[in-house]
Structures are given as structure tokens and as C-alpha cells.
């Protein structure tokens, strides 16, 4: 059992930056990804970036060159760092991490972002 703790989001007006992380801990795997992915009031919950244990990145197209998420050494601590941001960006944003040797997902609690215009 994997247990993810978020934390960064908040309230900030458009133009400003936030930095969203995610640290995972418990039956933590070799093979692995961790990400993010958002969900807006009545919207699907959609990719923003993932990042796997080996370092390959994965970025929605809305968010790139605005967004970049890391992993120092591959540990299990993920940063989501969102610059330019916009009212668009205005969701809850999950953690996930992969477990690829069983291929199941672990969702953290969520954090939400506002972005004012």
C-alpha cells in the first residue's frame, strides 16, 4: 500500500507561480511513475505531467513551457512547478504514483489551485 501527502496549492493571481509536491511513502516499488493530474468542476480529471523512476517526462500540451515537474534522484518526492499560470489552470490537483510491477494507481487527497484573472 502506497500513501501519497500533497501539499503547495493555494491562491494566486494570473501571471503569479506555485509549486505543487507529493511525497510517496509505504510499498514503494523500483518500477514506478508519479504525476499529476487535475480535474475542474465538472470536467474530466486529466493528465497535467509524469515523470517515471527513470526520469522520462510527460506533459499535457496546455501546460507546456509553463510547467515542469521533477524528481530529485528519483526519489519519491515529485514537484510540480506552475509558472504563466491562468484562470484555466483552476482545478483540484491529484498526485499519482504507478505501480508498474502490479500496474495499479494510487491517488493522493488532492490540492486545490485557483488562479484569479
Known amino acids: 500500500q502506497v500513501q501519497l501527502v500533497e501539499s503547495g496549492g493555494g491562491l494566486v493571481q494570473a501571471g503569479g507561480s506555485l509549486r505543487l509536491s507529493c511525497t510517496a511513502s509505504?510499498?514503494?516499488?523500483?518500477?514506478?511513475?508519479m504525476g499529476w493530474y487535475r480535474q475542474a468542476p465538472g470536467k474530466q480529471r486529466d493528465l497535467v505531467a509524469t515523470i517515471t523512476s527513470s526520469g522520462s517526462t510527460n506533459y499535457a500540451d496546455s501546460v507546456k513551457g509553463r510547467f515542469t515537474i521533477s524528481r530529485p534522484n528519483a526519489k519519491n518526492t515529485v514537484y510540480l512547478q506552475m509558472n504563466s499560470l491562468k484562470p484555466e489552470d483552476t482545478a483540484v490537483y491529484y498526485c499519482?504514483?504507478?505501480?508498474?510491477?502490479?500496474?495499479?494507481?494510487?491517488w493522493g487527497q488532492g490540492t486545490q489551485v485557483t488562479v484569479s484573472s
Open positions: 499519482r504514483y504507478t505501480d508498474y510491477s502490479v500496474g495499479y494507481n494510487y
Open positions: 509505504g510499498g514503494i516499488v523500483s518500477f514506478n511513475a
